[in-house]
């Protein structure tokens, strides 16, 4: 027994500080219960993921402002997830255990983030203490960047990787988000030039293999793999596997992810009977460019240390063989706090309907997505497929 | 030394022999007596075996750079003053990692594998940070 999407609904990123929070989550809930083409008040669940850095906003996801104000007379209860990036993640999880409990027939997923009205200093105050050790990091100037920057230069000691092969992961991620109308960066393609000749915030991070804060929401609707053999654009999860490894990345033993990767996709694939060969695409919620090739690296697309060839191949990148985050991750997208992994689930769908436009992969049925929490403190992997086993 | 503007430590009951040490220039390590693992960060019991029966070493100050990163920028206000900033990820030969800035030393100069030293630096009256710098040959 499992879930499956059966409606979803996304707003273009942008900055835009006149677009409300409410607006935003007004919009994609309607949105997603009508592209479900279910009844609001067949919603029997709102899950929410916290909306990072916007407290105001959380406790009225949290306390059950959202069915309330939507009318929606048959929900039974809500709760709001927070693991930072694996925030959705939590959220599916909590639907599954209500669908399978007997208690929700179809649970609705609400986000919502507005980040381009907080001062750009509160910003960087946020994403520098919530992630960080007060005690052992924060007092040392340490940023969320500069904290990828220390994994991503020891990623490109270990591998050999060098810089040009590192800032085409990041032309990849920018040419899939050029093809994307929900990305900050649409139609607005990166060459490897415009990487490498763009400031350096963190050593080896140039500008533009960092994140754009920017403002977003997303939503779905799911149900049990049963009742969504009724819904013609059903997308159904088929396994689904998850390890944690710190919260402190000089903590962390398997700092490349590589093992928690390894171990959460064989997890996910066993439970889907299927090999990662099977699969058509590879959405990987990292948002700094050497999760994408230690990704490969755990999953066994490749050879450790290979991760960053293949892109710089143009293999993982539009029109490749093995493409991979067709929604373009932070990097390709803009940074919607929490609501990074909600795009991916939005966009693995999207692919798996067969409606992603320039960005499609020709006969997608199985795809493997991975969101990571923190500073990376987790990798959670699950496998979609276009129908149920 | 009240103009420091950065943020300082926030000392814990069980780090506080730690900053204590760093004022008489001693780097300490906790060390478990139980299951004898050396600890970085301090905590109130052993990751390891759930012992609370935790001592003290004091480390020789010495240590290789596992990673470091330069940042030039995205930091608060606070931190300005400081850019660019060589944050550094340091192994000390007793065994645990540690983050830290190596001080001293221009950014071109810093590399993975270099050995560093710890170097004290007085942030107020209350208040002295380990540091790290390259070993001066
Ligand atoms: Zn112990």
């Known amino acids: 027994m499992s879930i499956a999407v059966i409606g979803i609904a996304e707003v273009p990123t942008i900055r835009d500080p006149d677009r409300t929070r409410w607006d935003i989550l007004l919009d994609v809930c309607m949105e997603a219960v009508r592209d479900a083409g279910i009844d609001k008040d067949d919603v029997h669940a709102v899950i929410s993921p916290n909306p990072m850095a916007q407290p105001a906003m959380a406790n009225d996801m949290a306390l059950g402002k959202v069915p309330e104000v939507l009318g929606m007379k048959g929900c039974r209860d809500i709760a709001i997830a927070n693991a930072g990036g694996t925030s959705n993640t939590n959220c599916l999880r909590i639907a599954k255990s209500l669908i399978e409990g007997g208690q929700a027939d179809f649970v609705l997923i609400p986000h919502t983030t507005v980040q381009s009205d907080i001062p750009s200093e509160d910003l960087i105050n946020f994403f520098a203490t919530a992630p960080l050790d007060k005690q052992w990091e924060y007092p040392y100037g340490v940023t969320f960047n500069g904290s990828m920057g220390l994994i991503t230069n020891r990623y490109m000691h270990e591998t050999g990787a060098t810089a040009e092969q590192m800032a085409a992961v990041t032309v990849s991620l920018r040419a899939w988000g050029a093809l994307d109308p929900n990305s900050i960066f649409y139609g607005k393609p990166v060459t490897l030039e415009d990487v490498l000749n763009s400031r350096i915030v963190s050593t080896p991070l140039h500008a533009k293999e960092c994140n754009l804060l920017a403002d977003g929401g997303g939503a779905m609707v799911v149900t049990s793999h049963e009742i969504a053999k009724n819904f013609e654009k059903a997308v159904y999860q088929l396994g689904h596997g998850t390890r944690f490894m710190s919260a402190t990345p000089f903590m962390r033993k398997d700092l490349f992810h590589r093992k928690a990767y390894r171990e959460s996709s064989t997890d996910a694939l066993a439970q889907a009977g299927l090999s990662i060969n099977d699969m058509d695409v590879r959405q990987i919620y990292g948002a700094y460019p050497y999760t994408q090739c230690s990704a490969l690296e755990g999953y066994g697309v490749c050879d450790e240390g290979q991760g960053a060839a293949l892109w710089a191949e143009g293999r993982c990148g539009p029109g490749g063989d093995l493409p991979c985050t067709t929604m373009g991750d932070a990097t390709g997208r803009g940074h919607t706090g929490s609501g990074v992994s909600m795009a991916f689930y939005l966009e693995t769908v999207r692919q798996l309907r067969g409606e992603a436009d320039d960005r499609q992969v020709p006969n997608c049925e199985h795809a493997l997505l991975t969101t990571s929490g923190g500073s990376v403190m987790n990798t959670c992997t699950t496998i979609f497929g276009r129908s149920p086993r | ?137």
């Open chain 2, 1 to 137: 030394m009240s103009d420091y503007l950065k943020p300082l430590p926030e000392i814990q009951p069980h780090s506080k022999a730690f900053w204590d040490a760093t004022k008489e220039h001693k780097f300490l390590i906790q060390h478990c007596k139980d299951c004898d693992s050396n600890i970085f960060y301090p905590r109130r019991d052993c990751p390891e075996c759930w012992s609370n029966n935790l001592d003290w070493i004091e480390a020789g100050g010495q240590g290789t750079v596992y990673s470091f990163s330069v940042t030039y920028e995205g930091v608060e206000e606070k931190f300005v003053a400081d850019l660019p900033i060589i944050l550094a990820w340091v192994d000390l030969p007793e065994g645990p990692r540690i983050n830290t800035n190596i001080i001293n030393c221009e950014p071109e100069d810093v590399s993975i594998d270099m050995p560093v030293e710890v170097v004290y630096v007085q942030a107020t009256d209350d208040v002295v940070i380990p540091y790290f710098q390259p070993v001066k040959r």
